[in-house]
């Protein structure tokens, strides 16, 4: 089982970016899926959760900027991340808890990471 982040980029602050966390592999079914971020010289946060359900959580920071989203035909975890600004600058990671096909427990699985700079 994989993860692939993807999306991040430069941008202006005010800006818009949509992440995308791609998994690939043997999966027989995903829990709880969530993006962390960890800016430079700082420890890794948590930026949002999403649940099988769809239920929701963000940092209060990123509250009415980011909305995450998830596609579970996909199995595919989305953050789109509006009015940015120079404090959202970090390394973006997906997360997810996901049983793999075959086995009978739920493993926590990260990607990769993708860079996200806020800067005029």
């Known amino acids: 089982v994989q993860l692939q982040a993807s999306g991040g980029g430069l941008v202006q602050p005010g800006g818009s970016l949509r992440l995308s966390c791609a998994t690939s592999?043997?999966?027989?079914?995903?829990?709880?899926m969530g993006w962390y971020r960890q800016a430079p010289g700082k420890q890794r946060e948590l930026v949002a959760t999403?649940?099988?359900?769809?239920?929701?959580n963000y940092l209060d920071s990123v509250k009415g900027r980011f909305t995450i989203s998830r596609d579970n035909a996909k199995n595919t975890v989305y953050l789109q991340m509006n009015s940015l600004k120079p404090d959202d600058t970090a390394v973006y990671y997906c997360?997810?808890?996901?049983?793999?096909?075959?086995?009978?427990?739920?493993?926590?699985?990260w990607g990769q990471g993708t860079l996200v700079t806020v800067s005029s």
């Open positions: 997360t997810a808890y996901i049983r793999p096909g075959g086995s009978s427990k739920y493993n926590n699985y």
């Open positions: 592999g043997s999966i027989f079914s995903i829990l709880d």
């Open positions: 999403i649940t099988s359900g769809g239920g929701r």
